[in-house]
Protein backbone atom coordinates (compact mmCIF):
# COMPACT_ATOMS: atom_id res chain seq x y z
CA UNK A 1 0.00 0.00 0.00
CA UNK A 2 1.47 3.45 -0.90
CA UNK A 3 1.69 6.15 1.93
CA UNK A 4 -1.07 7.96 2.96
CA UNK A 5 -0.79 11.55 3.94
CA UNK A 6 -3.11 12.85 6.30
CA UNK A 7 -2.52 16.63 6.92
CA UNK A 8 -3.96 19.54 9.86
CA UNK A 9 -4.20 22.72 8.48
CA UNK A 10 -5.20 24.71 12.08
CA UNK A 11 -5.30 27.73 10.36
CA UNK A 12 -5.77 30.75 12.50
CA UNK A 13 -8.00 28.53 14.68
CA UNK A 14 -5.97 28.05 17.59
CA UNK A 15 -3.56 30.40 20.17
CA UNK A 16 -0.69 28.98 21.72
CA UNK A 17 -2.15 27.21 24.70
CA UNK A 18 -4.84 25.85 22.75
CA UNK A 19 -2.17 24.72 20.03
CA UNK A 20 0.06 22.83 22.50
CA UNK A 21 -2.81 20.87 23.87
CA UNK A 22 -3.93 19.70 20.82
CA UNK A 23 -0.82 18.70 19.81
CA UNK A 24 -0.59 16.51 23.10
CA UNK A 25 -4.08 15.13 22.28
CA UNK A 26 -2.76 14.42 18.37
CA UNK A 27 0.08 12.11 19.44
CA UNK A 28 -1.88 10.33 21.32
CA UNK A 29 -3.76 9.08 18.54
CA UNK A 30 -2.60 5.59 16.74
CA UNK A 31 -2.99 6.28 13.03
CA UNK A 32 -3.64 4.21 10.07
CA UNK A 33 0.18 2.06 9.16
CA UNK A 34 1.66 3.88 6.18
CA UNK A 35 0.19 7.03 7.32
CA UNK A 36 2.01 10.58 7.42
CA UNK A 37 0.94 13.01 9.66
CA UNK A 38 1.69 16.70 9.15
CA UNK A 39 0.32 19.75 11.88
CA UNK A 40 0.23 23.21 10.44
CA UNK A 41 -0.02 25.47 13.11
CA UNK A 42 -0.13 29.01 13.13
CA UNK A 43 3.63 30.92 13.68
CA UNK A 44 3.15 31.80 16.79
CA UNK A 45 2.54 28.37 18.63
CA UNK A 46 5.13 26.42 15.63
CA UNK A 47 7.86 25.69 17.87
CA UNK A 48 5.66 24.45 21.23
CA UNK A 49 4.04 22.25 18.67
CA UNK A 50 6.80 20.87 17.12
CA UNK A 51 8.68 20.01 20.33
CA UNK A 52 5.19 18.24 21.72
CA UNK A 53 5.12 16.35 18.16
CA UNK A 54 8.51 14.99 19.09
CA UNK A 55 8.92 13.51 15.62
CA UNK A 56 5.65 11.27 16.06
CA UNK A 57 4.38 14.00 13.55
CA UNK A 58 5.70 15.86 10.63
CA UNK A 59 5.32 19.50 10.56
CA UNK A 60 4.60 22.45 7.94
CA UNK A 61 4.30 26.11 7.49
CA UNK A 62 0.89 27.47 6.76
CA UNK A 63 2.85 30.53 4.74
CA UNK A 64 5.87 31.54 3.92
CA UNK A 65 8.02 34.69 2.62
CA UNK A 66 10.39 33.63 -0.11
CA UNK A 67 13.33 36.47 1.11
CA UNK A 68 15.66 34.53 3.61
CA UNK A 69 15.93 38.12 6.29
CA UNK A 70 15.06 41.54 5.80
CA UNK A 71 12.31 43.98 5.91
CA UNK A 72 9.28 42.34 5.58
CA UNK A 73 7.01 43.13 8.62
CA UNK A 74 4.85 40.46 9.83
CA UNK A 75 6.22 37.82 7.34
CA UNK A 76 8.32 34.83 8.29
CA UNK A 77 11.14 32.72 5.54
CA UNK A 78 10.87 29.45 4.94
CA UNK A 79 14.69 29.23 6.24
CA UNK A 80 13.00 30.18 10.19
CA UNK A 81 10.78 27.28 9.65
CA UNK A 82 12.71 25.06 7.90
CA UNK A 83 15.43 25.66 11.41
CA UNK A 84 12.53 24.82 13.59
CA UNK A 85 11.85 21.67 11.77
CA UNK A 86 9.33 22.26 9.49
CA UNK A 87 8.98 19.66 6.62
CA UNK A 88 6.16 20.90 4.25
CA UNK A 89 4.79 24.84 3.66
CA UNK A 90 1.66 25.16 2.42
CA UNK A 91 1.28 27.34 -0.87
CA UNK A 92 -1.23 29.19 -1.95
CA UNK A 93 -4.01 28.11 -0.07
CA UNK A 94 -7.24 29.44 -0.83
CA UNK A 95 -7.83 31.86 1.90
CA UNK A 96 -4.09 33.13 1.07
CA UNK A 97 -4.73 33.85 -3.11
CA UNK A 98 -8.26 35.34 -2.15
CA UNK A 99 -8.50 37.04 1.23
CA UNK A 100 -4.91 38.89 0.78
CA UNK A 101 -4.77 38.53 -3.14
CA UNK A 102 -1.59 35.98 -3.09
CA UNK A 103 -1.27 36.30 -6.95
CA UNK A 104 -0.14 33.08 -9.46
CA UNK A 105 3.65 34.88 -9.35
CA UNK A 106 3.76 35.01 -5.35
CA UNK A 107 2.86 31.28 -5.91
CA UNK A 108 5.59 30.66 -8.07
CA UNK A 109 8.29 32.80 -5.88
CA UNK A 110 7.29 31.01 -2.60
CA UNK A 111 7.57 27.12 -4.71
CA UNK A 112 10.81 28.22 -5.77
CA UNK A 113 12.41 29.64 -1.87
CA UNK A 114 11.09 26.39 -0.34
CA UNK A 115 12.41 23.73 -3.02
CA UNK A 116 15.84 25.53 -3.09
CA UNK A 117 15.80 24.79 0.44
CA UNK A 118 14.65 20.55 0.45
CA UNK A 119 11.72 21.16 1.80
CA UNK A 120 8.37 19.80 0.61
CA UNK A 121 6.06 22.56 -1.30
CA UNK A 122 2.12 21.80 -0.54
CA UNK A 123 0.75 23.73 -3.52
CA UNK A 124 -3.43 24.38 -3.17
CA UNK A 125 -4.98 24.53 -6.17
CA UNK A 126 -8.96 25.36 -6.83
CA UNK A 127 -11.67 26.98 -8.69
CA UNK A 128 -14.52 29.55 -7.09
CA UNK A 129 -18.24 28.44 -7.31
CA UNK A 130 -18.32 30.79 -9.53
CA UNK A 131 -15.69 29.67 -11.87
CA UNK A 132 -17.36 26.29 -11.52
CA UNK A 133 -20.69 27.54 -12.39
CA UNK A 134 -19.29 29.09 -15.54
CA UNK A 135 -17.08 25.96 -16.82
CA UNK A 136 -14.14 27.69 -16.21
CA UNK A 137 -12.91 25.23 -13.53
CA UNK A 138 -10.05 23.26 -16.18
CA UNK A 139 -8.95 26.46 -17.60
CA UNK A 140 -8.44 28.34 -13.83
CA UNK A 141 -6.59 25.22 -12.16
CA UNK A 142 -4.31 24.60 -15.51
CA UNK A 143 -3.68 28.02 -15.12
CA UNK A 144 -2.35 27.94 -11.38
CA UNK A 145 -0.05 24.95 -12.38
CA UNK A 146 1.52 26.40 -15.30
CA UNK A 147 2.05 29.58 -13.19
CA UNK A 148 3.16 27.88 -10.22
CA UNK A 149 5.48 25.79 -11.90
CA UNK A 150 6.52 28.36 -15.02
CA UNK A 151 10.57 27.48 -15.47
CA UNK A 152 10.78 26.05 -12.25
CA UNK A 153 14.35 23.97 -12.14
CA UNK A 154 14.83 21.66 -8.96
CA UNK A 155 16.45 18.50 -8.16
CA UNK A 156 13.95 15.79 -9.59
CA UNK A 157 14.06 13.60 -6.16
CA UNK A 158 12.42 16.20 -4.67
CA UNK A 159 8.56 15.39 -3.80
CA UNK A 160 5.77 17.64 -4.77
CA UNK A 161 2.51 17.25 -3.47
CA UNK A 162 -0.68 19.58 -4.83
CA UNK A 163 -3.68 19.80 -2.58
CA UNK A 164 -6.97 19.93 -4.66
CA UNK A 165 -9.35 22.35 -2.98
CA UNK A 166 -12.47 23.92 -4.53
CA UNK A 167 -12.37 27.03 -2.79
CA UNK A 168 -16.18 26.60 -2.65
CA UNK A 169 -15.77 23.39 -0.45
CA UNK A 170 -13.18 24.91 2.26
CA UNK A 171 -15.17 25.18 5.61
CA UNK A 172 -19.00 24.92 3.63
CA UNK A 173 -19.18 21.87 4.80
CA UNK A 174 -20.20 21.13 1.38
CA UNK A 175 -17.44 18.85 -0.07
CA UNK A 176 -16.46 18.11 -4.19
CA UNK A 177 -18.34 14.99 -4.99
CA UNK A 178 -15.65 12.24 -5.06
CA UNK A 179 -15.96 11.30 -8.85
CA UNK A 180 -16.02 14.56 -9.45
CA UNK A 181 -12.56 15.09 -7.23
CA UNK A 182 -11.10 12.00 -8.55
CA UNK A 183 -11.54 13.56 -12.27
CA UNK A 184 -10.20 16.46 -11.43
CA UNK A 185 -7.20 14.81 -9.39
CA UNK A 186 -6.27 12.92 -12.59
CA UNK A 187 -6.46 16.28 -14.78
CA UNK A 188 -4.12 17.75 -12.26
CA UNK A 189 -1.56 14.71 -12.85
CA UNK A 190 -1.74 14.88 -16.10
CA UNK A 191 -1.25 18.40 -16.17
CA UNK A 192 1.80 18.32 -14.02
CA UNK A 193 3.52 15.48 -15.61
CA UNK A 194 3.33 17.61 -19.16
CA UNK A 195 4.61 20.14 -16.74
CA UNK A 196 7.77 19.09 -14.41
CA UNK A 197 8.13 15.10 -16.16
CA UNK A 198 6.68 13.23 -13.12
CA UNK A 199 3.48 12.98 -11.35
CA UNK A 200 2.63 14.72 -8.65
CA UNK A 201 0.87 13.23 -5.08
CA UNK A 202 -2.51 14.92 -4.80
CA UNK A 203 -4.99 15.09 -1.77
CA UNK A 204 -8.27 16.04 -1.68
CA UNK A 205 -9.27 19.22 1.08
CA UNK A 206 -12.23 20.99 1.18
CA UNK A 207 -14.73 19.82 3.67
CA UNK A 208 -13.22 16.61 5.28
CA UNK A 209 -15.45 15.13 8.22
CA UNK A 210 -15.35 11.58 9.65
CA UNK A 211 -18.20 10.84 7.49
CA UNK A 212 -16.76 11.25 3.72
CA UNK A 213 -13.18 10.73 4.53
CA UNK A 214 -12.66 7.23 3.17
CA UNK A 215 -14.04 8.44 -0.45
CA UNK A 216 -11.46 10.66 -0.47
CA UNK A 217 -8.68 8.24 0.68
CA UNK A 218 -8.60 6.09 -2.65
CA UNK A 219 -7.32 5.92 -6.03
CA UNK A 220 -6.15 9.38 -7.56
CA UNK A 221 -6.13 10.50 -4.55
CA UNK A 222 -3.17 9.78 -1.75
CA UNK A 223 -4.13 11.78 1.03
CA UNK A 224 -6.35 14.62 3.11
CA UNK A 225 -5.70 18.54 3.98
CA UNK A 226 -8.00 19.00 6.09
CA UNK A 227 -9.07 21.98 8.13
CA UNK A 228 -11.82 22.86 10.47
CA UNK A 229 -12.31 18.80 11.30
CA UNK A 230 -8.29 19.00 12.27
CA UNK A 231 -8.44 21.91 14.71
CA UNK A 232 -10.77 19.93 17.62
CA UNK A 233 -9.89 16.88 18.97
CA UNK A 234 -13.22 15.03 18.49
CA UNK A 235 -13.64 15.28 15.09
CA UNK A 236 -9.98 14.55 14.12
CA UNK A 237 -10.12 11.19 16.05
CA UNK A 238 -13.27 10.21 14.15
CA UNK A 239 -11.55 10.97 11.22
CA UNK A 240 -8.68 9.07 11.72
CA UNK A 241 -11.00 5.87 12.87
CA UNK A 242 -12.93 5.75 9.22
CA UNK A 243 -9.57 4.81 8.13
CA UNK A 244 -8.58 2.16 10.21
P1 LIG B 1 -11.85 22.69 5.72
O1 LIG B 1 -10.53 23.42 5.19
O2 LIG B 1 -11.48 21.27 6.02
O3 LIG B 1 -12.23 23.46 6.95
O4 LIG B 1 -12.86 22.81 4.63
C1 LIG B 1 -9.64 22.78 4.32
C2 LIG B 1 -8.48 23.70 4.02
O5 LIG B 1 -8.70 24.90 3.93
O6 LIG B 1 -7.34 23.25 3.89
Keep these: MSKHYLFANWKMYLDLKESVQLAEDFVKI ?3 KDSEVAVFP ?13 GKAASGAQNIYWAEKGGYTGEVSA ?3 KALGAKYVLIGHAERRHIFHETN ?7 EAVLELGMTPVLCVGETGKERDESQTETVLETQLRAAFMDLSFKKDLDIIIAY ?33 REPVVLYGGSVRSNNVKQYVVNDFSGILVGGASAKID ?6 EELK
Design 42 to 54: TALAFEEVVKVLD
Design 165 to 197: EPVWAIGTGKSCEPAEAMRVAKLIKNWTKGLLG
Design 30 to 32: KYP
Design 79 to 81: EMY
Design 235 to 240: SWRELI
Design 105 to 111: SDVRQKI
